[in-house]
């Protein structure tokens, strides 16, 4: 009885990490996030349509894997990293510290992590180590956007990511928003983080949030400014000589 009862609990904290992944890949127009969820995965769409095949992945901060599915028809095998045991990690292990053979790697992906190594170069390092040449990192990384969790401790701009992936041949950094949607996006998560009220914040999420999306989609689609000073956050592409 003992185990059968735990194993129903397994299936539903794997059902919840997979809804929450899922919630991420695709967002609610309800989500003051959806600019920058959507943003991002078109552009990993975009990338993940350029790898080979039968890739070794590794997923860095995978206790949820929201973007697996977008490159799992290229792994031969994919491994999720994360500080926290779930459903989803096989390898329990810190990001600064992999547990991987040099040069064993062909793709890393590393979303909205790097904001909690308290050394993000190490982190860098390590991923650059573990990668075969040719490899790849994916990365997404916080810039203009508040504090989510009292463990962060970084926001980036792109010279600074630039500069933090010198060791790679080739960087591409893609902003995920331009600044007028960044601010946008901003402004409905103020509003949302000052909505105490469980009633008023149903209210607003099917309301203002909503319509503040789709006025950050449309100002991104007339392309009013190629401004990033403000861009809440930039996906990134480097590729290992």
Not at 113 to 136: C, N, Q, T, W
Not at 211 to 231: H, I, M, P, R, W
């Amino acid at each position: 009885m003992k185990a059968a009862e735990e194993q129903k609990a397994e299936e539903r904290d794997e059902g919840l990490l997979l809804r929450i992944a899922e919630q991420r890949l695709y967002p609610s127009l309800k989500d003051p996030s959806y600019l920058v969820l959507r943003a991002r995965r078109l552009i990993f769409s975009d990338w993940a349509g350029q790898l080979g095949e039968n890739l070794t992945v590794m997923d860095v901060g995978g206790r949820y894997q929201p973007y697996r599915p977008l490159f799992e028809a290229h792994a031969g095998r994919y491994i999720a990293v994360d500080v926290v045991k779930t459903e989803l990690v096989g390898v329990v292990a810190d990001g600064q510290r992999l547990p991987f053979a040099a040069g064993s790697l062909d793709l890393v992906i590393l979303t909205q992590v790097m904001d909690y190594f308290d050394d993000p170069s190490r982190a860098v390092h390590e991923i650059h180590v573990a990668l075969k040449p040719g490899g790849v990192l994916i990365a997404s990384a916080p810039a203009c956007a508040p504090r989510f969790a009292e463990e962060e401790f970084w926001r980036f701009t792109g010279p600074g990511l630039r500069a933090l992936l010198s060791d790679f041949a080739t960087v591409e950094i893609v902003p995920e928003l331009h600044s007028l949607a960044s601010v946008i996006r901003t402004v409905n998560l103020a509003f949302e983080s000052f909505v105490n009220f469980n009633a008023a914040r149903w209210i607003y999420r099917r309301t203002v949030c909503p319509f503040l999306n789709v006025l950050g989609l449309a100002v991104e689609k007339l392309a009013l400014t190629s401004n990033d000073q403000f861009t809440a956050n930039y996906s990134v592409r480097a590729t290992k000589n």
